[in-house]
């Protein structure tokens, strides 16, 4: 019977550890991470628009009460009536 000289686990913390190259650690520490000024335009933009379909449904289809359902699933303030005019 053959013995083995590592064990399984220390077999993979090395490949855990792996050593990496200094071009790698680079990247690594200044990759980007999201967020701009692109993406800042762009909530506000999704913002206005989910506004403009809110008011649309309630004074046109006459839909308040499901607007204000659908407010409180997603855990935003409920409107009055008249803040849609």
């Known amino acids: 019977m053959k013995h083995r000289t590592?064990?399984?686990?220390?077999r993979q913390t090395k490949l855990k550890c792996k050593?990496?190259?200094?071009?790698?650690?680079?990247n690594k520490s200044t990759r980007?991470?999201?967020g701009g000024l692109f993406a800042t335009a762009q909530c506000a933009r999704n913002v206005?628009?989910?506004?403009?379909?809110?008011k649309r449904l309630v004074n046109k289809c006459?839909?308040?009460?499901?607007?204000?359902?659908?407010?409180?699933?997603?855990?935003y303030?409920?409107?009055?009536k008249k803040d849609y005019d």
């Open 6 to 10: 590592r064990s399984k686990k220390t």
């Open 19 to 26: 050593a990496h190259s200094r071009k790698e650690k680079y």
């Open 32 to 34: 980007k991470r999201g």
């Open 48 to 54: 206005r628009y989910i506004y403009i379909l809110e």
């Open 62 to 75: 006459n839909d308040y009460d499901w607007v204000q359902d659908q407010r409180k699933q997603w855990m």
């Open 77 to 80: 303030f409920q409107k009055e």
